[in-house]
């Protein structure tokens, strides 16, 4: 089993930034790869960004990926992402996922979630 505990979401204005973490717990969590996901109201939960255990190479949604950046803190169990230049169309639920698969991008590959931390990004 692996736990996942999001933090670090909240309100800012656009083109602020936040940075979210995810502390990953249990037996087997320091061998996963981590994945971020969002989910804003009415839509399908989508890829963010991902990073593989082992290397640390990085997996961008293009959306995201000359604001966004993941970065994994092995010694700590912990996978952050920084967002800048946020943009209303950014809100959403953040959700930390973990999986074995090196098919990063894709939801249902994912074994374990967080409970999702709250990002809301003002006009």
């Known amino acids: 089993q692996v736990q996942l505990v999001e933090s670090g979401g909240g309100l800012v204005q656009a083109g602020g930034s936040l940075r979210l973490s995810c502390a990953a717990s249990g037996p087997a969590s320091s061998t996963k790869n981590l994945g971020w996901f969002r989910q804003a109201p009415g839509k399908e939960r989508e890829f963010v960004a991902a990073?593989?255990?082992?290397?640390?190479?990085?997996v961008y949604a293009d959306l995201v990926k000359d604001r966004f950046t993941i970065s994994r803190d092995n010694a700590k169990n912990t996978v952050y992402l920084q967002m800048n230049a946020l943009k209303p169309e950014d809100t959403a639920v953040y959700y930390c996922?973990?999986?074995?698969?090196?098919?990063?991008?894709?939801?249902?590959?994912?074994?374990?979630w967080g409970q999702g931390t709250q990002v809301t990004v003002s006009s």
């Open positions: 990073v593989f255990w082992t290397g640390g190479r990085t």
């Open positions: 996922a973990a999986t074995t698969s090196r098919l990063l991008s894709v939801a249902r590959l994912y074994e374990f």
